[in-house]
């Protein structure tokens, strides 16, 4: 046999991709002879690289259209990139910074040919990374949200939406980046808790030498910026001071004292500082006032000049320098430890800086609710359920949606003003210039100038799910879709991570029906997030993640997929072991070496033992079981359990029991009829864990049999549940335990496996396992198996209530056996006790459903009958 010893990963992958990728397995295309079954990628970001969470989700995506494949279905996996407005510009200004180039030295146009040549060079590497994990994404339809069709849908629906009043441009505190130096929406902020410092702040009253106002705050470097300070109109504390104006130290400003119940009268010292351009409840409390704006702040987080002092310092470092200088002045009465929740950027992880901008914005509260109510009804479903309750709350209390991005790559902003300010929402200028011209007859076209604002890189991945079958269909209302949209959309799951439900998949589902008045997909699985052993998450800054390519190098792409499978059920989190990718390389090493002992055997035209026909009834029971398990884990997208049960049947029954049970002696034949059958069994499996393990059973596959070059397992029907014989079940697993306790005995009696034992059994159990005697006797080895009415002597076990005993004919250590059986007697009497309390308790067997009173029932007369063998057992020791 050609077949190699050991099975090599690396030769067996690169062979078989490049098999699929040649024969267009991959590939779907609309046929209405068959059921579609589609799943969009999540867009990876284009400077992204294969990362464990990347490995999750796609093996998950992978093993769902595979399966769908062999259905018979349809099967389309759309792959395609992000164009990731913020760290692709964040990646082309670093290379820039590296060639001695500044950003503000280019025109935008400079700055995104650069931009576009580092997208050439690295945005195609996440896809081919995900190629050697074995992805089947019909790679002929990959999308990019930059593509020029996508472009111009994303400006399509920017113009469509401003239209119908949903888009409107306006002054407002926005969430500000100042490491991107852009405006993010509510959901890219990451709120932490840090450990800070509260400064306890003295303002002297106007016209007063010795009195003052205290005030606590965890920014003093916004001090410059305040425009009043507020009490509490029912604080008798500071009643006196209605009317009065503070002095800002350092700068020597005079404020307004202001009263509103907005003041918290026990937090701080019950008196605020009112900065209204640099924290959004104090804007709402200024405008509420009518107070100035003061905004000293510039877009990279830098003093400018209005803050009179420390001009150009970084805030994080002004504020030590501002809390020093209020020291010396004698205007710090003290500084405590504080815990505050602070906002981080999701993209740079800066400190965000709420800020008042003039921002694009797009109004949420009724665009949502078919979404909304969809996701509550079940007709999208979210798996696990748990995060429809958290879905709920968000889109029941969703803020208007901040689109605009102060970048150059991305979508631009399709506004255009006019040198008076007037603007217009147009696709083009000249659209721009028809609609402006009509109130402006004199208004010259050269003078109309684009937004320079591109926008949130959300508002192209949201139109994902259609946008990669069809763009044409923002464009005109009344088109209905290609056939590609039709036939593939909407898609059927979703597999994504729960951290960007709403950063994605809520504004997918919101798209999908003010476009297509239709959910875009029926089911959104949502992974956990991978951890490490410590629980941490993965991440480059920690060292803690793994290099998913030398995970692959040094396991096998197969051996990766179920090492990640093994412990992700859906929703939580993942705590990644190597060891589970090493069980994962055990069990394609267990795989090829059963073939290789079934493929070893020497085949003859023999009579069929009738203990290889009982193996065969038993297999194929044990086989239609599992398939029926196995089936309903994947309706019920429980992925880790449906490679589990998988697992078990192939390593556990196939393997452990059933090649044991037909094996032929060493050096002799195997009948024709139950080699034929093994081999047809060995075909179900490998179709049945040829999601999971792609590479593996593709190459056994082709080694089993001969075949044609597109007769492969890619392609071979899903294997089909049939009737079982739920007896012979039963029979098996208690000759299986039978077995076990024989061989257990011979382990402790230090009985060599060679040597043939005898086996006396009291015939009232005897009939519970006839048909699996001649197996009995084979896998134990023994001699003669005979029937009893009476104890016997020897060493005795006892399973489901049968006695049975091994005569061993002086070679048992007296001593050590009267251990063991009190030991053992010991034990039962515990559980008898415990499962007595349960039987005695009222509440419980008029509450629990019957089956469970019954087996509780059934432990209490098997506990029974062993502890009676047992102390029989030690009577025959005397």
Same mark, same amino acid.
């Given at each position: 046999?050609?077949?190699?010893?050991?099975?090599?990963?690396?030769e067996?992958?690169?062979?078989?991709? #490049?098999h699929?990728m040649?024969?267009?397995?991959?590939?779907?295309e609309?046929?209405?002879e068959?059921?579609?079954?589609t799943?969009?990628i @999540? @867009? @990876?970001?284009?400077?992204?690289?294969?990362?464990?969470g990347?490995?999750?989700?796609?093996?998950?995506?992978?093993?769902?259209?595979r399966?769908?494949?062999?259905?018979?279905?349809e099967?389309?996996?759309?792959?395609?990139?992000?164009?990731?407005?913020i760290?692709?510009?964040a990646?082309?200004?670093a290379?820039?910074?590296?060639?001695?180039?500044? #950003?503000s030295?280019l025109t935008?146009n400079?700055?995104l040919?650069?931009?576009?040549e580092?997208?050439?060079?690295?945005?195609?590497?996440i896809?081919?990374?995900?190629?050697?994990?074995?992805a089947?994404?019909?790679?002929d339809?990959?999308?990019?949200?930059?593509?020029?069709a996508?472009?111009?849908?994303v400006?399509d629906?920017?113009?469509?939406?401003?239209r119908?009043g949903?888009?409107?441009?306006?002054?407002?505190?926005?969430?500000?980046?100042?490491?991107?130096?852009?405006?993010?929406?509510?959901?890219?902020v990451?709120?932490k808790?840090?450990?800070?410092?509260?400064?306890?702040i003295?303002?002297?009253?106007e016209?007063?030498?010795?009195?003052?106002v205290?005030i606590?705050?965890v920014?003093?470097?916004t001090?410059?910026?305040?425009?009043?300070i507020?009490?509490?109109?029912?604080?008798?504390?500071?009643?006196?001071l209605?009317g009065?104006?503070?002095?800002?130290p350092?700068?020597?400003?005079?404020?307004?004292?202001?009263e509103?119940d907005?003041?918290?009268m026990?937090?701080?010292t019950g008196?605020?500082?009112?900065?209204?351009?640099?924290?959004?409840?104090d804007?709402?409390?200024g405008k509420?006032?009518?107070?100035e704006?003061?905004?000293?702040?510039n877009?990279?987080?830098t003093l400018n000049?209005?803050?009179q002092i420390?001009?150009?310092?970084?805030?994080?470092?002004?504020?030590?320098k501002?809390?020093?200088?209020?020291?010396?002045g004698n205007?710090?009465?003290?500084?405590?430890?504080?815990k505050s929740?602070?906002?981080?950027?999701?993209?740079?992880?800066?400190?965000?800086? @709420?800020?008042?901008?003039?921002?694009?914005f797009?109004k949420?509260d009724t665009?949502t609710?078919?979404?909304?109510?969809?996701?509550?009804?079940?007709?999208?479903?979210?798996?696990?359920?748990?995060?429809?309750?958290?879905?709920h709350?968000?889109?029941?209390?969703v803020r208007?949606?901040c689109?605009?991005r102060?970048?150059?790559?991305?979508?631009?902003i399709?506004?255009?003003?006019a040198?008076?300010?007037?603007?217009?929402v147009?696709?083009t200028?000249?659209?721009?210039?028809?609609?402006?011209s009509?109130?402006?007859?004199?208004l010259n076209?050269?003078?109309?100038k $684009?937004?320079?604002?591109?926008?949130?890189?959300?508002?192209?991945?949201?139109?994902?799910?259609?946008a990669v079958?069809?763009t044409?269909v923002?464009?005109?209302?009344?088109?209905?879709?290609?056939?590609?949209?039709?036939?593939f959309?909407?898609t059927?799951?979703?597999v994504?991570?729960?951290?960007i439900?709403?950063?994605?998949?809520?504004?997918?589902?919101?798209a999908?029906?003010?476009?297509?008045?239709?959910?875009?997909? #029926?089911?959104?699985?949502?992974t956990?997030?991978v951890?490490d052993?410590?629980?941490r998450?993965?991440?480059?800054?920690l060292?803690?993640?793994?290099d998913?390519?030398?995970?692959?190098?040094?396991?096998?792409?197969d051996?990766v997929?179920?090492?990640?499978?093994?412990?992700s059920p859906?929703?939580?989190?993942?705590?990644?072991?190597? #060891?589970?990718? +090493?069980?994962?390389?055990?069990?394609?090493?267990?795989?090829?070496?059963?073939?290789?002992?079934?493929?070893?055997?020497?085949?003859?035209?023999?009579?069929?033992?009738?203990e290889?026909?009982?193996a065969?009834?038993?297999?194929?029971s044990?086989l239609?079981?599992s398939?029926?398990?196995?089936?309903?884990h994947?309706?019920?997208?429980?992925m880790?359990?449906?490679?589990l049960?998988?697992?078990?049947?192939?390593?556990?029954?196939?393997?452990?029991?059933?090649?044991?049970?037909i094996?032929p002696?060493?050096?002799?034949?195997?009948d024709?009829k139950t080699?034929? $059958?093994?081999?047809?069994?060995f +075909?179900?499996?490998?179709?049945?864990?040829?999601?999971?393990?792609?590479?593996?059973?593709?190459?056994?596959?082709?080694?089993l049999k001969?075949?044609?070059?597109?007769d492969?397992?890619i392609?071979?029907?899903?294997?089909?549940?049939s009737?079982?014989?739920?007896?012979?079940?039963e029979?098996?697993?208690f000759?299986?335990e039978?077995?076990?306790?024989?061989r257990?005995?011979r382990?402790g009696?230090?009985i060599?496996?060679?040597e043939?034992?005898?086996?006396?059994?009291k015939?009232?159990?005897?009939s519970?396992?006839?048909?699996f005697?001649?197996?009995?006797t084979?896998?134990s080895?023994?001699?003669e198996?005979?029937?009893?009415?009476?104890?016997?002597?020897?060493?005795g076990f006892?399973v489901?209530?049968? +006695?049975?005993?091994?005569?061993?004919?002086?070679q048992?250590?007296?001593?050590k056996?009267?251990?063991?059986?009190?030991?053992?007697?010991?034990?039962?009497k515990?559980?008898?006790?415990?499962?007595?309390?349960k039987?005695?308790?009222?509440?419980?067997?008029n509450?629990?459903?019957?089956?469970?009173?019954?087996?509780?029932r059934k432990?209490?007369?098997?506990?029974e009958?062993k502890?009676?063998?047992?102390?029989?057992s030690?009577?025959?020791?005397?």
């Open positions: 046999m050609s077949l190699s010893t050991k099975y090599n990963p690396t067996v992958e690169e062979k078989w991709y #490049k699929w040649t024969n267009g397995f991959f590939h779907a609309p046929n209405p068959k059921e579609p079954f799943i969009v @999540p @867009p @990876p970001n284009v400077t992204g690289v294969l990362h464990m990347h490995m999750l989700n796609n093996t998950i995506q992978d093993v769902l259209i399966k769908a494949r062999m259905e018979g279905k099967a389309c996996w759309v792959p395609g990139t992000d164009h990731a407005s760290a692709t510009e990646k082309v200004v290379m820039l910074r590296e060639k001695g180039i500044k #950003k030295d935008r400079e700055f040919k650069y931009a576009w580092w997208k050439e060079k690295y945005g195609g590497i896809l081919e990374q995900l190629k050697k994990l074995g089947s994404c019909d790679w339809r990959t999308t990019f949200t930059m593509d020029p996508y472009y111009e849908a400006i629906v920017f113009v469509d939406l401003h119908k949903y888009i409107y441009r306006g002054m407002r505190m926005v969430n500000w980046d100042p490491a991107g130096k852009t405006a993010l929406s509510d959901d890219e990451i709120y808790d840090v450990q800070s410092k509260l400064y306890y003295q303002y002297a009253i016209g007063s030498k010795d009195e003052f205290t606590a705050t920014r003093p470097e001090i410059m910026a305040d425009t009043a507020c009490i509490n109109p029912n604080d008798e504390r500071y009643k006196h209605k009065k104006k503070a002095i800002i350092l700068i020597d400003r005079a404020i307004p004292v202001i509103d907005y003041v918290t026990d937090f701080g008196c605020l500082k009112v900065t209204p351009a640099h924290d959004l409840n804007y709402e409390l509420k006032h009518n107070l704006v003061i905004d000293i702040l877009e990279d987080g000049n209005k803050a420390l001009i150009g310092e970084d805030r994080f470092i002004a504020r030590k501002i809390a020093k200088l209020l020291e010396e205007h710090l009465s003290k500084v405590e430890d504080y929740n602070v906002g981080f950027s999701e993209r740079t992880d800066a400190v965000i800086e @709420p800020r008042l901008s003039l921002q694009w797009l949420m665009i609710k078919p979404a909304l109510d969809h996701v509550m009804n079940d007709d999208v479903q979210l798996i696990p359920p748990k995060f429809k309750n958290t879905y709350h968000w889109m029941a209390n208007d949606w689109i605009s102060q970048l150059w790559w991305g979508h631009r399709p506004a255009w003003y040198p008076d300010g007037t603007f217009a147009a696709k200028r000249e659209e721009a210039y028809e609609k402006l009509a109130k402006n007859p004199t076209e050269e003078a109309l $684009q937004d320079e604002d591109v926008l949130d890189t959300w508002f192209s991945s949201w139109l994902w799910p259609i079958f069809d044409s923002f464009k005109d209302p009344t088109n209905k879709g290609n056939k590609d949209l039709n036939y959309y909407p059927n799951d979703l994504t991570a729960p951290e439900l709403f950063f994605w998949v809520a504004r997918m589902i919101i999908g029906y003010e476009y297509r008045q239709e959910k875009p997909f #029926k089911n959104v699985y949502l956990g997030i951890r052993k410590q629980g998450k993965m991440s480059k800054s060292g803690n993640s793994p998913p390519l030398d995970l692959i190098s040094n396991f096998g792409a051996a997929r179920t090492g990640m499978l093994f412990s859906a929703g939580n989190d993942l705590l990644y072991d190597e #060891k589970l990718v +090493e069980q994962g390389r055990n069990f394609t090493n267990k795989i090829w070496n059963a073939f290789r002992l079934v493929k070893g055997w020497q085949v003859e035209n023999l009579q069929q033992p009738s290889n026909q009982v065969i009834e038993w297999f194929t044990k239609n079981y398939l029926q398990e196995l089936n309903d994947f309706n019920k997208f429980r880790s359990d449906a490679l049960t998988v697992y078990k049947l192939i390593w556990d029954d196939f393997c452990s029991w059933y090649l044991e049970m094996k002696e060493f050096g002799k034949p195997i024709h080699y034929e $059958q093994t081999v047809s069994f +075909e179900t499996l490998l179709k049945a864990l040829h999601p999971f393990m792609p590479f593996i059973t593709e190459e056994l596959w082709h080694e001969k075949r044609k070059n597109k492969c397992i392609v071979a029907s899903w294997p089909s549940a009737i079982m014989d739920a007896g012979i079940l029979e098996g697993a000759a299986f039978v077995i076990t306790e024989i257990n005995t382990n009696k230090n060599s496996p060679k043939k034992l005898k086996l006396i059994v015939q009232e159990g005897a519970t396992i006839k048909r005697w001649s197996i009995i084979k896998l080895n023994l001699s198996v005979t029937f009893t009415e009476k104890t016997e002597e020897g060493s006892i489901r209530s049968t +006695e049975f005993f091994i005569p061993l004919n002086g048992i250590d007296v001593v056996e009267r251990e063991s059986i009190l030991k053992e007697l010991d034990y039962q515990g559980f008898l006790n415990s499962v007595t309390r039987l005695e308790n009222e509440k419980f067997v509450s629990a459903p019957s089956q469970v009173v019954e087996a509780e432990k209490q007369a098997d506990a009958s502890i009676k063998a047992l102390e029989e030690l009577k025959r020791l005397k």
